[in-house]
């Protein structure tokens, strides 16, 4: 299955812009990239998915590179609440996600 | 109320002991997972079930069971022969055989004395 790579940890200040960078440089042509986040002791919750082209919802945007080896999620105001662990996934096969260890953003008020 | 459900949130059992865990959803999504998670660590898939009465070995299933006899619940029964069983365990849900989002439970919290 293709990995991912992404920063242990980011810092942020509240209401500036965080790019959240991930590497997947063995993505193959069907795999789609997912995010989610995990607050402290709760299930992870959905963020954005896309394949191709750069997407947008009310939480946060993906800008995929043309190559697909990397991606970056944007939160475009980072709040106190957007303070979470942000898991970059391949979904590649069977359905199955694998999550690394994320990345630890910190929003600093 | 719609959702996942997961109960109990903390569970604490002696060693030895076999214990089950349960996953109950009216989300009425065919797919269910088990994940398992430790501290600082993401999540490990431990058995997928994408139809009522099938379901599938993840990464980590050794010492774990499952069955899948109604669409709304997926328990997983810890047993004995694993060797590690404190962890958060997480139940999620999807849609269907594409590719799609999972919707997560809120873990229970187990703890083997």
């Known amino acids: 299955d293709a990995k991912t790579t992404q920063p242990n940890s980011m810092e942020s200040n509240e209401e500036e812009p965080v790019h959240l960078p991930c590497n997947h440089s063995?993505?193959?042509?069907?795999?789609?990239i997912h995010w989610y986040r995990q607050l402290p002791s709760q299930g992870p919750e959905y963020v954005i998915h896309?394949?191709?082209s750069n997407v947008n919802n009310r939480m946060a945007s993906l800008a995929i590179a043309e190559d697909r080896k990397s991606s970056t999620l944007i939160l475009h105001r980072a709040t106190l609440r957007d303070a979470a662990v942000y898991y970059c996934?391949?979904?590649?096969?069977?359905?199955?996600?694998?999550f690394g260890s994320g990345t630890q953003l910190t929003v600093l008020p | 109320d719609g959702g996942i459900t997961q109960s109990p949130k903390y569970l604490f059992r002696k060693e030895g002991q076999n214990v089950t865990l349960s996953c109950e959803q009216n989300?009425?999504?065919?797919?269910m997972y088990w994940y398992r998670q430790d501290p600082g660590q993401g999540l490990r898939l431990i058995y997928y079930?994408?139809?009522?009465?099938?379901?599938q070995k993840g990464d980590i299933a050794e010492g774990y069971s499952v069955s899948r006899e109604k669409k709304e619940s997926f328990p997983l029964t810890v047993t004995s022969a694993q060797k590690n069983p404190t962890a958060f365990y997480l139940c999620?849900?999807?849609?269907?055989?594409?590719?799609?989002?999972?919707?997560f439970g809120p873990g229970t919290r187990l703890t083997v004395l």
């Open positions: 996934i391949l979904d590649g096969s069977a359905r199955q996600l694998t």
């Open positions: 999620a849900t999807a849609t269907g055989p594409s590719t799609d989002t999972q919707y």
């Open positions: 896309g394949l191709t």
């Open positions: 079930s994408q139809i009522v009465n099938d379901f």
């Open positions: 989300l009425n999504h065919d797919a």
């Open positions: 063995t993505i193959s042509g069907t795999d789609y």
